[in-house]
């Protein structure tokens, strides 16, 4: 099931400026925070030079500059998360997904090479391996998506069968070329499955309620109506299926349009 979502919706859900979950995960492990105060080192190292050992007369706007590069160590994870965020922002449509998780498998990710030497002074290269988790998820209409993630003790409750939802991205309007993926979230565990968070939680939870409360109410209005309606119903359908080319059977994606939920609903 692929349910379209307005604007507002889906800016609410990728927001501008980096979350607290955002922000810890750029802020990283403690190597990349010694880069950053490095950084942050050498370019109050040159205001200083600058000022006091060329005796250059630096203006209120340069001094302001040098203090905020000084501070690049505090505010670096929060540029970079919310550039992050901005690169999804640029797609022009979001749909709210939701499918079963069809397989998952793990793998391992070379991060990266170090060169060391051993007690008999030969040189050795460590290699920094991760363990990740491999995620398919798909709908009845035959779309896959996969997700890589670093792999946790909390993914072994993960089975085949079990309900994903997940927010996709696309510049079509019928969302027809998916361009992107976020998170995937499964609901009857209450497990988030993510590289980098890029969701809201609060927000998409409450969407995927009211999405999920709309469809039963619509599904427990059909079994209330009259056997005579329904089958008058089945009879109408049948009567124009021929005539309406557009028929949803002869699409290769289901989208369902209903519940493109306003601003108004939202409040």
């Not at 550039?83 to 749909?95: A, D, F, H, V």
């Not at 991060?111 to 920094?128: C, H, P, S, W």
């Not at 491999?134 to 089975?159: C, M, Q, R, Y």
Request: glycine share 6%; with cysteine; proline share 5%.
């Amino acid at each position: 099931m692929l349910v379209p979502l307005t604007r507002q919706k889906f800016e609410q859900l990728i927001p501008l400026i980096a979350t607290g979950s955002q922000y810890k995960y750029y802020w990283g492990k403690f190597s990349d925070f010694l880069q950053r105060l490095l950084i942050s080192v050498v370019i109050a190292a040159v205001i200083l030079l600058a000022k006091v050992i060329l005796r250059l007369s630096l203006g209120p706007v340069v001094f302001f500059l040098g203090l905020v590069g000084a501070l690049y160590w505090l505010w670096g994870p929060v540029l970079w998360a919310s550039l992050r965020n901005w690169k999804c922002r640029r797609y022009k449509y979001g749909g709210f997904f939701r499918g079963r998780v069809l397989d998952w498998w793990i793998t391992e990710e070379l991060l990266g090479k170090q060169e060391t030497v051993n007690k008999r002074g030969d040189l050795v290269i460590v290699e920094n391996r991760e363990k990740r988790i491999n995620l398919e998820v798909g709908d009845e209409t035959g779309f896959t998506a996969l997700l890589k993630a670093p792999l946790k003790v909390s993914h072994k409750v993960i089975n085949p069968g079990q309900v994903a939802e997940m927010l996709v991205m696309s510049n079509r309007p019928d969302l027809s070329r998916i361009e992107e993926i976020t998170d995937i979230y499964i609901p009857n565990r209450n497990l988030w499955v993510s590289d980098y968070p890029f969701l809201r939680q609060d927000f998409f939870n409450e969407v995927s309620r009211r999405i999920r409360d709309d469809r039963e109410e619509r599904r427990e209005q059909r079994r209330r109506r009259p056997p005579r309606e329904r089958t008058r119903e089945i009879e109408r359908y049948d009567d124009d299926e021929d005539e309406w080319e557009g028929s949803p059977r002869n699409k290769s994606r289901e989208i369902d349009r209903r519940p493109i939920y306003d601003d108004e609903e939202w409040e």
